[in-house]
């Protein structure tokens, strides 16, 4: 499976290197570029790329929240490393939802999953349960899982939003909602979805806001209905008080139910359980990560 180094386009280059050329021709045109000084960028023309280089840097990476980040040295600390082998994440879900079928997301994790060129961030596939195989309402659907969840991990759950998880309360970004449509036409027919992901370390010490600006092209932030499944088929994430914590960058919460969507659910591990609660989505916190998945080209 190769690696993703880079998703600029054929015609996204073409269009950078206009805009460097016109740039030339605007500066000559109003006289900030003589003779003398074409000549002097051209003997120092080492040190006149690398500013330019500098510029695109500073360009291309968004700095909106940037305050919103702080240093972490959080990890997964109860030994998770990578998901689960697909097969068994897939047993794992037919033992709680039998009737889901597993053989069109086994073919494709056989004949197209390994043809991928995925981010070195990538951790795996992930088995994810299609949108909509429970509920139309997106809040039924995680409730489901959540439930699902709590059984796993032997009643050793709580949700601290227990009966506020309706449309007026939560949401799906559009984001993601966007990113999982492309990934249900690229899987059709499959009640189970593989996705790669990455659990919470590449956006660790981000607040949710601060995550979502940095996501690359093709990334998006996982929602709480899918971490969730991912907690279930990969039993030994979270399992310790200093582990990781996870946000769902994929997800909206309105405390109020007021249209004041500013929080964002997430997954922490105290006294013994995993619990369920939101919070603000500007809060930046070392031992949380965003949680994100990738759309394949």
């Not at 386009?9 to 950078?16: A, W």
């Not at 000559?28 to 500098?54: P, S, W």
């Not at 309360?169 to 979805?193: F, H, N």
Request: aromatic share 12%.
């Amino acid at each position: 499976m190769g690696t993703l180094i880079t998703a600029v386009t054929d015609g996204q280059k073409k269009q950078v290197k206009r805009f460097a050329e016109d740039a030339v021709d605007r500066a000559i045109a109003e006289g900030v570029l003589n003779k003398d000084g074409a000549q002097k960028l051209i003997m120092n023309g080492d040190e006149f790329q690398a500013r330019i280089i500098t510029d695109i840097r500073e360009l291309s990476v968004s700095n909106q929240f940037a305050d919103e980040e702080v240093r972490s040295s959080y990890s997964y600390l109860s030994g998770y490393k990578k998901p689960v082998p697909l097969e068994g994440q897939i047993d794992i879900l037919r033992s709680y939802w039998p009737k889901l079928n597993p053989d069109p997301a086994i073919r494709y994790m056989s004949e197209m999953y390994p043809k991928l060129q995925l981010p070195g961030w990538i951790e795996g596939p992930f088995a994810l349960i299609r949108p909509g195989f429970f509920s139309d309402i997106y809040g039924e659907e995680l409730e489901e899982v959540l439930e699902a969840l709590a059984k796993a991990r032997g009643g050793k759950f709580y949700n601290y939003r227990q009966g506020q998880l309706g449309p007026k309360y939560l949401r799906q970004s559009s984001a993601t909602v966007a990113m999982q449509k492309c990934i249900v036409e690229q899987q059709p027919g499959s009640d189970i979805l593989i996705v790669p992901e990455q659990f919470g370390i590449r956006h660790r010490g981000r607040s949710v806001r601060r995550a979502r600006e940095v996501f690359v092209a093709s990334e998006f932030g996982e929602g709480a209905k899918n971490v969730g499944t991912m907690l279930i088929t990969n039993p030994i994430r979270l399992q310790h008080y200093d582990d990781l914590w996870i946000d769902c960058a994929g997800d909206e919460y309105a405390p109020g139910a007021d249209g004041d969507f500013s929080y964002a659910p997430c997954f922490y591990f105290s006294v013994g359980q995993v619990r369920f609660v939101t919070h603000w989505f500007v809060s930046a916190s070392d031992d949380y990560g965003s949680a994100s998945g990738f759309l394949p080209q």
